[in-house]
């Protein structure tokens, strides 16, 4: 659109005026999918009932109380166990076309492998299944959202290659018994996050603080893992229209100097491209900056091999192409430059790029979660660029306060990432197909543990019922979900009435 001439900057005026006309009222695609999400370790509770095993978060709060803010536990958390029939009769309320929830693995295999199957742990989630169908809300299912059994962890966890097989034994458990009435499954949530807060760091369970090398391993098995669940489902469980992918945390980057895109691309493939190059580019095994940044700066620290772990030939072949769609979970953006290499520091654990935050930019109850919905929008596009414009599910998309049912804040931020959203698919043309808010119930937040709240769904944690409230959000996105519109005012009163 830009021209120098007189005449082109005349008609760039005129696009502008009718182009914000015409998104006064912004319109989901036909067909757009409209839902929320929670986990199991954030929601469930019941953590030792009904012949439930013990996950790497059970150990990791009672073992580690000081490293969660307000000590607090996933123990009863919200008792999403008990009270899953009243949850769904809020999503019903809501009016989302598909909830997105995860399987705690030691609930259904308690000694972690296959050989025993705890009943009363599948029938929770053919109940629930089946409560959500009764409602016409579809089931997307995620595999694994971080709550292994602690058994596995004992030898190593994501850093031991035979998770690979466990996991996928566990899978294959679950695409038996649940398969038959789940059209949507995620294998593995946000491995990056894992992988380097978990394993390269002692910011998740299990909280390995192994460094470089100890993340890039997990991500390695991870990936392995992943492409043979993909596989297994694949050739013995697909039916017609089914989807299965994989999950994968993405922060935009925005330029601290203008157009430093270097720095853009950089952070890019070493945070989201670490974890889906090899997966949805045609070349398939981790970006190439990847690989020769790592391999020459392991090289200058002394080290005999790249700590970057190599697959071979035939696990790229195997791990490429193994997602029918790409499923995002996206919240935030920092601001990236790229700095030169300094004697003496681990250059290579942070790729060459510096990160920081734009202190203009509003912030949330998180620390790390500021308003950038720019950010937003151009790592859609950035997908769409790099992967030939897969089929993309926003999968998570939130924001955290400290308090209260009237989150006026939470409603402007959603409204400027959906309006974000719509005009990456619009304007640019990026193929999104749904778009999942984070989360449906204010939750245990990881290591914030309930200090952030990002639900939908006010719940009183210090109330033995844990009572749900709809907040003014809740009113705000069904209104959103029953119009398939998006208005250009935010907080209407129309929409704020009881749930
Ligand atoms: C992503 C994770 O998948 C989820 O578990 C977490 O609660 C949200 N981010 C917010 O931090």
Redesign the pocket.
Same mark, same amino acid.
């Given at each position: 659109m830009a021209s120098y001439s007189f005449l082109g900057v005349t008609v760039s005026f005129i696009f502008i005026i009718t182009y914000a006309f015409a998104n006064d009222t912004l319109h989901f695609p036909k067909d757009f999918l409209l839902g929320t999400a929670t986990?199991s370790y954030?929601i469930e509770g019941a953590w030792n009932e009904s012949g439930k095993g013990e996950s790497i978060w059970d150990e990791y709060t009672h073992n580690r109380p000081n490293f969660i803010r307000d000590h607090s536990t996933g123990d009863v958390a919200c008792d999403s166990y008990h009270k899953y029939k009243e949850d769904v009769q809020l999503l019903s309320n809501l009016k989302v076309d598909f909830y997105r929830f995860s399987i705690s693995w030691p609930r259904v295999l308690p000694t972690g492998y296959a050989n025993v199957i705890n009943r009363e742990g599948i029938n929770y989630y053919k109940n629930l299944i089946n409560e959500l169908l009764a409602k016409g809300i579809e089931p997307f299912v995620t595999l694994y959202?971080w709550d292994h059994p602690e058994i596995f962890e004992k030898m190593g966890g994501w850093t031991n290659e035979m998770m690979v097989e466990w996991i996928s034994d566990y899978a294959r458990v679950i695409f038996k018994e649940l398969g038959p009435k789940v059209k949507y499954f995620i294998t593995i %949530?946000?491995a990056a996050v894992f992988c380097d807060e978990g394993y390269g760091r002692n910011d998740k369970a299990p909280g390995k603080n192994l460094g470089s090398t100890g993340k890039y391993l997990c991500m390695h098995n991870a990936l392995k893992a992943h492409a043979k669940i993909y596989h297994i489902y694949d050739e013995e469980f697909r039916k017609p229209g089914d989807k299965i992918g994989i999950d994968a945390?993405c922060s935009g980057a925005i330029a601290k100097h203008l157009n430093d895109t270097t720095a853009i691309d950089l952070h890019f493939q070493f945070h989201c491209g670490w974890a889906v190059h090899p997966i949805f580019s045609k070349t398939g095994d981790y970006p190439e900056v990847m690989k020769t940044h790592i391999a020459e700066n392991s090289r200058l620290d002394g080290y005999p091999r790249s700590l970057l772990p190599k697959f071979s030939p035939t696990w790229v072949n195997y791990i490429k192409g193994t997602s029918d769609f790409f499923a995002l %979970?996206h919240?935030t953006s920092v601001r990236v430059e790229t700095v030169p290499r300094e004697e003496g520091q681990r250059w290579y654990q942070f790729s060459g790029v510096k990160e920081s935050l734009d202190p203009s930019w509003p912030g949330s109850a998180?620390s790390w979660l500021k308003v950038v919905p720019q950010g937003f929008r151009e790592i859609i596009n950035k997908i769409a660029k790099e992967y030939d414009n897969p089929p993309l599910y926003i999968m998570?998309n939130g924001f955290s306060d400290e308090c209260c049912t009237s989150d006026h804040s939470r409603i402007s931020y959603l409204h400027s990432y959906i309006k974000a959203m719509l005009l990456a698919i619009y304007e640019d043309g990026c193929n999104v197909k749904g778009y999942t808010i984070?989360s449906f119930l204010d939750n245990f937040?990881?290591l914030a543990g309930y200090t952030e709240r990002?639900g939908l769904v006010y719940v009183n944690f210090t109330d033995s019922q844990r009572t749900r409230t709809p907040k003014l959000s809740f009113n705000w996105y069904k209104h959103i979900i029953e119009t398939r519109k998006l208005t250009s005012t935010f907080d209407s009163p129309t929409v704020i009435n009881v749930a």
């Open positions: 986990a954030q959202h %949530n946000e945390a %979970n919240y998180s998570e984070w937040e990881w990002f």
